[in-house]
């Protein structure tokens, strides 16, 4: 047994993966020819498949959208029945002493009024409406609109 020279080995290497890169090149072309005969022999069956495809599609979302139930929103109203009015819890009122505008103020905010929409509607400027809400939510510890309202109907100054 001779042994080979390593140049000679290098070219046997390359010669190889060019008769790999070339076989691999050929099996390509005859699977991608194959491929074209089979897509023209069947197109009829294809195209015929692709719009079955979808019509299906358009029937299930059509299906879908026409048997969908409707929602159905009920209102109920409750009356409650009191057996005396509001009355305003004059200790209270007292107490904290929130004055006739500061109550007034809150009654509005509890109402959902906006500072400005106070202002109009009471004939004094928003900052003046600014203040009371500022001094009435001091004295009763409220640090938003929300929750002044809230401790205001739990204290009884407020329906």
Same mark, same amino acid.
């Given at each position: 047994?001779?042994?080979?020279?390593?140049?000679?080995?290098?070219?046997?290497?390359? /010669?190889?993966?060019? /008769?790999?890169?070339?076989?691999?090149?050929?099996?390509?072309?005859?699977?991608?020819?194959?491929? =074209?005969?089979?897509?023209?022999?069947?197109?009829?069956?294809?195209?015929?498949?692709?719009?079955?495809?979808?019509?299906?599609?358009?029937?299930?979302?059509?299906?879908?959208?026409?048997? =969908?139930?409707?929602?159905?929103?009920?209102?109920?109203? &409750?009356? &409650?029945?009191?057996?005396?009015?509001?009355?305003?819890?004059?200790?209270?009122?007292?107490?904290?002493?929130?004055? =006739?505008?500061?109550?007034?103020?809150?009654?509005?905010?509890?109402?959902?009024?906006?500072?400005?929409?106070?202002?109009?509607?009471?004939? &004094?400027?928003?900052?003046?409406?600014?203040?009371?809400?500022?001094?009435?939510?001091?004295?009763?510890?409220?640090?938003?609109?929300?929750?002044?309202?809230?401790?205001?109907?739990?204290?009884?100054?407020?329906?």
């Amino acid at each position: 047994m001779t042994a080979i020279p390593i140049p000679h080995m290098k070219k046997l290497v390359i /010669y190889g993966l060019v /008769y790999g890169l070339c076989g691999g090149l050929l099996i390509v072309a005859l699977r991608l020819i194959e491929y =074209r005969f089979l897509v023209l022999e069947h197109s009829v069956e294809i195209y015929g498949g692709l719009i079955a495809l979808v019509f299906a599609i358009l029937g299930i979302w059509l299906g879908l959208k026409l048997t =969908r139930k409707e929602e159905v929103v009920v209102i109920k109203e &409750v009356a &409650v029945l009191t057996t005396q009015p509001f009355a305003v819890n004059q200790v209270r009122l007292r107490e904290l002493s929130i004055t =006739r505008r500061e109550l007034e103020i809150l009654e509005l905010i509890a109402q959902g009024m906006s500072n400005r929409e106070i202002a109009e509607k009471l004939f &004094v400027s928003e900052n003046t409406v600014k203040t009371h809400s500022s001094r009435l939510f001091d004295k009763l510890s409220a640090k938003r609109r929300t929750q002044a309202v809230q401790i205001g109907k739990e204290l009884g100054l407020i329906p």
